[in-house]
């Protein structure tokens, strides 16, 4: 099992930036994807970022590429960290995003969620 606790969500402004915390704990070496979905209301979650534990690879959905970066990091006290940095955040960027672990190619765990709002 991984857990995700997800911390960083808000309120700015268009043209602000917030960067979205992610830390993983549990069985974190069994992690070889972590990725950031979001869902905004009366929409399906969508996953707009994701990085492979393996290289370090990313992928972004259309939508963010150029604005958004996913990067981790493993710390010594057992945890894993992913981030996603967010620039020039637009209106229709609020939503509500998720913190996303993928194990052994199959199995995955999610965050509690942490809304972010972009007021034009």
């Known amino acids: 099992q991984v857990q995700l606790v997800e911390s960083g969500g808000g309120w700015v402004q268009a043209g602000g930036s917030l960067r979205l915390s992610c830390a993983a704990s549990g069985s974190i070496s069994s992690i070889d994807m972590m990725g950031w979905y979001r869902q905004a209301p009366g929409k399906q979650r969508e996953l707009i970022a994701h990085i492979i534990s393996d290289g370090g690879s990313t992928t972004y959905v259309d939508s963010v590429k150029g604005r958004f970066t996913i990067s981790t990091i493993s710390r010594d006290n057992g945890k894993n960290m992913v981030y996603l940095q967010m620039n020039n955040l637009k209106p229709e960027d609020t939503a509500v995003y998720y913190c996303?672990?993928?194990?052994?190619?199959?199995?995955?765990?999610w965050g509690q969620g942490t809304q972010v709002t972009v007021s034009s």
């Open positions: 996303y672990a993928r194990r052994n190619r199959a199995f995955g765990s």
